[in-house]
Every structure is written in structure tokens, then in C-alpha cells.
Antibody, heavy 122, light 110 residues
Framework: QVQLVQSGAEVKKPGASVKVSCKASAYTFTIYYMHWVRQAPGQGLEWMGIINPTTGSATYAQKFQGRVTMTRDTSTTTVYMELSSLRSEDTAVYYC???????????????WGQGTLVTVSS | QSALTQPPSASGSPGQSVTISCTGTSSDVGSYNYVSWYQHHPGKAPKLMIYEVSKRPSGVPDRFSGSKSGNTASLTVSGLQAEDEADYYCSSYAGSNNVVFGGGTKLTVL
């Protein structure tokens, strides 16, 4: 079955960057877009952006533009989300989530990674 | 991209029905039939319950149903069960590869 396995928890200082990985398996990697969603403590789900694994093209939520970069490595079927200029408010669990349908960008589907806790603290 | 509006909480007794609303704008919910609903238990990954307004993925009980009218979508849970207690989030496509989530609703089974 589809698996999305994310990298482990990270602790970063304010101003630093973090790069979270999401390794996909058991499906054709290039034809399903991948979303990134985060949840800060006590807060709701927040959509960060989406990447097209075929082209590498990404669309970012306005809030994160200039600070987030989503990339992919087709040879390892892995997508990455890098967030820079970290501040305490970026402390959250970050999820990757596969689109439900081929070449569909309408929203995350039924396959999510396990989540990666990123803690930003001095 | 403003978050969709959901009530912070909802509740019902076992066996009852409860409906959770999700209000957006004519730029998201009102323009696209791409509203999804997710169930989220703390510490676990969100689970897709409804997609494209009213469709259920395989394995989701038919107690869960979705609908939309204008800029507002709704999730109805019928025959409430204890295991339905969770946070529920709506999302909508908002054009140009953008997606927006609701603020979430905590469903309590009394």
C-alpha cells in the first residue's frame, strides 16, 4: 500500500532553516502531486503548498512565500520541504500528503506521512 | 487566502446526528466542487472522510455524508459513535493550485 515516510523530529534555533523529507513508495511517484500541511500546537491544519513531482514546479501559500521551498528527487521518490528564517511560531508538526487523483491539485488525499515535529527554540 | 470558517465545537449523543458547517467565499467553496473533510485524532495523521463535496473514500462508513450550498459546505455524521469523537477539518480548492483549510471543529460524543 502507499507509504509516505517522513524524516525525524528536529530542533532548530530561531533564524535557522529546516528541511523535512517525505519518501514515497508503492505508487507512481511522478504523477501524483504532493501537499505539505502543518499543525502548530493547539492550532488547526494549515496548507503550506504543493509540488508537481513531474516538473518540480511548486505553488506556495501566500503566507509562506519567500520562506518555503519544496523540491523533489525522482531517483529516490522523495519530496522535501525547506522552511527558512524559522521563528517560534513555526513550531509545528509538518505533514506531507499525497493527492487523491493523478495530476490533481484540489487537495490532500487519503495518504499522509506520519508527521515531523519541528521545534524552534533558542 | 483566509481560512474557511468552521464552528469551534459540535456535540451529540450516541446515535444522534450532527452537522458541521464550513463557510468560505465565492473564490473557493462557492466556485469549486472540491471540498474535502478530514478526521483528525491527536497524534495521528488526518484521515480523508469526504472528497469532492460528497464522495466517500473506500472504507469510510456511510454515516458520514457531505453537501454544499453556495459558499457553505457541510459534513453530517449520522448515528454518532464514540469513535467519531475527533477534530474535523474542511478544505477547499481555491484556484491556481491553492488549497485552504478550515479552522477545525472539535466533535464531542456526549
Amino acid at each position: 500500500q502507499v507509504q509516505l515516510v517522513q524524516s525525524g523530529a528536529e530542533v532548530k534555533k530561531p533564524g535557522a532553516s529546516v528541511k523535512v523529507s517525505c519518501k514515497a513508495s508503492a505508487y507512481t511517484f511522478t504523477i501524483y502531486y504532493m501537499h505539505w500541511v502543518r499543525q502548530a500546537p493547539g492550532q488547526g491544519l494549515e496548507w503550506m503548498g504543493i509540488i508537481n513531482p513531474t516538473t518540480g514546479s511548486a505553488t506556495y501559500a501566500q503566507k509562506f512565500q519567500g520562506r518555503v521551498t519544496m523540491t523533489r528527487d525522482t531517483s529516490t521518490t522523495t519530496v522535501y520541504m525547506e522552511l527558512s528564517s524559522l521563528r517560534s511560531e513555526d513550531t509545528a508538526v509538518y505533514y506531507c500528503a499525497k493527492a487523491q487523483w493523478v495530476y490533481d491539485s484540489s487537495g490532500p488525499g487519503d495518504s499522509w506521512g506520519q508527521g515531523t515535529l519541528v521545534t524552534v527554540s533558542s | 487566502q483566509s481560512a474557511l470558517t468552521q464552528p469551534p465545537s459540535a456535540s451529540g449523543s450516541p446515535g444522534q446526528s450532527v452537522t458541521i458547517s464550513c463557510t468560505g467565499t465565492s473564490s473557493d467553496v462557492g466556485s469549486y466542487n472540491y471540498v474535502s473533510w478530514y478526521q483528525h485524532h491527536p497524534g495521528k495523521a488526518p484521515k480523508l472522510m469526504i472528497y469532492e463535496v460528497s464522495k466517500r473514500p473506500s472504507g469510510v462508513p456511510d454515516r458520514f455524508s457531505g453537501s454544499k450550498s453556495g459558499n457553505t459546505a457541510s459534513l453530517t455524521v449520522s448515528g454518532l459513535q464514540a469513535e467519531d469523537e475527533a477534530d474535523y477539518y474542511c478544505s477547499s480548492y481555491a484556484g491556481s493550485n491553492n488549497v485552504v483549510f478550515g479552522g477545525g471543529t472539535k466533535l464531542t460524543v456526549l
